[in-house]
C-alpha cells in the first residue's frame, strides 16, 4: 500500500495573478506584497529621520530598498520557514553574534583544600 504524500500542500502557493482579464508579468505570493507595503513607509520614516524633509511625490529610493529587502528576506522563506521567522532570525543574529573585541576567560575553579568524609550521610 503507498501512502500519498503532502507534497501538493507546499507546492500550492497563494499567489495574485493580477485584475481579471490582466494577468501582471510577475507572480508574488501575497505576503510579499504586504512585506512590500509595510516597508515603503518605514523606508520613507527612516528618510524623514535622516534629512527632516516631507515626502517626496515618488519615493524610488524608498522603493527600490523596499523590493531589495523583499526579495532577501523571501530568498530564505519556504513552507517550514515563514517570513516572520526569517525576519525575526536575522534581527536576532544582527543583535547577538558579535564577537567580543577582547578574549574572554572563563573563571577557573581551583580546590584549595580536599576534605575526605567516611560516611556520606
Do not use: K, N
Request: proline share 8%; net charge positive.
Amino acid at each position: 500500500m503507498r501512502l500519498r504524500t503532502d507534497d501538493d500542500i507546499y507546492r500550492a502557493r497563494l499567489v495574485y495573478l493580477g485584475p481579471p482579464g490582466y494577468t501582471l508579468p510577475v507572480q508574488l505570493p501575497y505576503a510579499q506584497y504586504g512585506l512590500f507595503v509595510l516597508l515603503v513607509p518605514f523606508y520613507m520614516f527612516l528618510h524623514w529621520l535622516v534629512t527632516f524633509q516631507g515626502p517626496d511625490l515618488f519615493p524610488a529610493w524608498e522603493i527600490a530598498l523596499a523590493m531589495v529587502t523583499t526579495s532577501l528576506v523571501f530568498r530564505y522563506v519556504d513552507p517550514d520557514r515563514p517570513a516572520r521567522m526569517v525576519i525575526r532570525t536575522a534581527l536576532t543574529d544582527w543583535r547577538h553574534t558579535r564577537e567580543p573585541r577582547r578574549e574572554q576567560c572563563d573563571a577557573r575553579f581551583v580546590a584549595r583544600r580536599v576534605r575526605i568524609r567516611e560516611d556520606l550521610a
